[in-house]
């Protein structure tokens, strides 16, 4: 699915800086384990200034094309923590699973982005919860209890807390 972001899908990624090697682990972990998180665990909390249930993520990653792709840096799986925007101009950010990589891209407005999540997430109980207009959705904080799940499911390169921690701009820096 690839709905939501208008015209013919995403462009690619564009090389924003270098970022956290701990926040790639934790992102590779919760690609490599969602299907386990979906069926086991998926309330588990991501860090975020609102309550966002790990499922919601993991379908956005899924279902909309807007929230994966290729790092233009190494070839790496990419996959969104942040998305917003305004009326017609918005972007959606992430890191590289591989080299930690912060990656971006243009989209139509949050409307779009919106439009994206929703549609990822239909037909489930999950969504992303977006803030006031402007807005939007970011990463931000210690993984705690998502870390705590994924050593339970027997992921063993994890980083601690602190190294997987999301600053409040949802790049993966600690800035």
Not at 19 to 27: D, E, F, I, K
Not at 63 to 91: E, H, I, K, V
């Amino acid at each position: 699915m690839s709905g939501g972001g208008g015209g013919t899908g995403p462009g690619d990624w564009q090389f924003a800086r270098y970022g956290s090697p701990g926040c790639a682990r934790l992102l590779r972990a919760m690609h490599d384990r969602r299907h386990e998180l979906l069926e086991y665990y998926p309330g588990v909390p991501v860090p975020a200034a609102h309550r966002t249930p790990v499922a919601a993520l993991l379908l956005v990653w899924q279902r909309w094309s807007y929230a994966s792709g290729t790092c233009p840096m190494c070839g790496g799986l990419a996959l969104a923590t942040s998305f917003g925007g305004l009326l017609s101009t918005g972007s959606v950010s992430g890191a590289c699973t591989r080299c930690g990589a912060v990656v971006t891209r243009w989209i139509g407005g949050l409307v779009r982005v919106i439009a994206g999540c929703r549609a990822a997430c239909e037909g489930t109980r999950y969504r992303i919860p977006f803030g006031t207009f402007p807005g939007g959705w970011s990463m931000s904080g210690e993984p705690k209890e998502l870390l705590a799940v994924l050593g339970e499911l027997g992921e063993g390169s994890l980083p601690n807390a602190r190294d997987a921690a999301y600053g409040t701009n949802g790049s993966g820096s600690r800035d």
